[in-house]
């Protein structure tokens, strides 16, 4: 079973660029999640999908982040313009039902470096 | 608001000893459940262990086990028989009931001694 995708792997810009992030989750996984991971923290929480719906994105500034995920299937994340406060490991996770308990299964991460 | 809280940024142990990684966790639910993830240098994370908290029973997996103190909401991972390959990032994390948000501690970096 192939796992959850992600590309790029490492992206380096200016600050004031956009950037765009691509996650393919494990097939037939409903819920997709985008966590950012700051340097010497845990992974937080950006947004969560189920399907193609949004059902937390609480924790997403809003003013530069954006989020997609049509199809229910795979999902882009947008960021523009960047901050340098920005930089950080971008994680993307599925996990086949809702629920609590449920494991997430999670993609290498994109590792974004803000100049 | 559920946080989870790991006191220790760094632990060793040597090979084939035991170690315990230590978590408290908060939170005003009584539905809930916990993780112990592990995130080796190349950054893919792996659920290494989970717990239902309506569960008294402590989890375990192969060399892997868990203390769950309820009243105490702590949640320690216990390694036995350490490995070299068991060397990464651990982190706890908590999830409340009806939905998967999980709220992650800040980790603990194991190192194995040869």
């Known amino acids: 079973e192939a796992g959850v995708a992600q590309s790029p792997r490492y992206k380096i810009i200016e600050k004031r660029q956009s950037v765009a992030f691509w996650c393919n989750p494990i097939?037939?996984?409903?819920?997709l999640y985008w966590y950012q991971q700051i340097l010497g923290q845990g992974p937080k929480l950006l947004i969560q999908?189920?399907?193609?719906?949004?059902?937390?994105d609480s924790q997403l500034p809003k003013d530069r982040f954006s989020a997609e995920r049509l199809k229910g299937v795979d999902s882009t994340l947008k960021i523009q313009p960047a901050k340098l406060e920005d930089s950080a490991v971008y994680l993307c996770?599925?996990?086949?039902?809702?629920?609590?308990?449920?494991?997430?299964?999670f993609g290498p991460g994109t590792r974004l470096t803000v100049l | 608001a559920q946080t989870v809280t790991q006191s220790q940024p760094e632990m060793s142990v040597q090979e084939a000893e035991t170690v315990t990684l230590s978590c408290t966790y908060d939170?005003?639910?009584?539905?809930?459940?916990l993780f112990w993830y592990k995130q080796p240098p190349s950054r893919q994370m792996i659920l290494v262990i989970r717990?239902?908290?309506?569960?008294?029973q402590n989890a375990t997996e192969n060399r892997f086990s868990v203390n769950f103190q309820k009243a105490a909401k702590s949640f320690s991972l216990k390694i036995s028989d350490s490995q070299l390959g068991d060397a990464a990032m651990y982190f706890c994390?908590?999830?409340?009931?009806?939905?998967?948000?999980?709220?992650f501690g800040k980790g603990t970096k194991l190192t194995v001694n040869p």
């Open positions: 097939s037939g996984h409903a819920t």
């Open positions: 717990q239902e908290a309506y569960k008294q």
């Open positions: 996770a599925s996990s086949l039902l809702a629920g609590g308990f449920n494991e997430q299964f």
């Open positions: 939170t005003s639910e009584s539905d809930y459940y």
């Open positions: 994390a908590l999830s409340q009931g009806g939905s998967e948000k999980l709220v």
């Open positions: 999908f189920q399907n193609n719906g949004v059902v937390d």
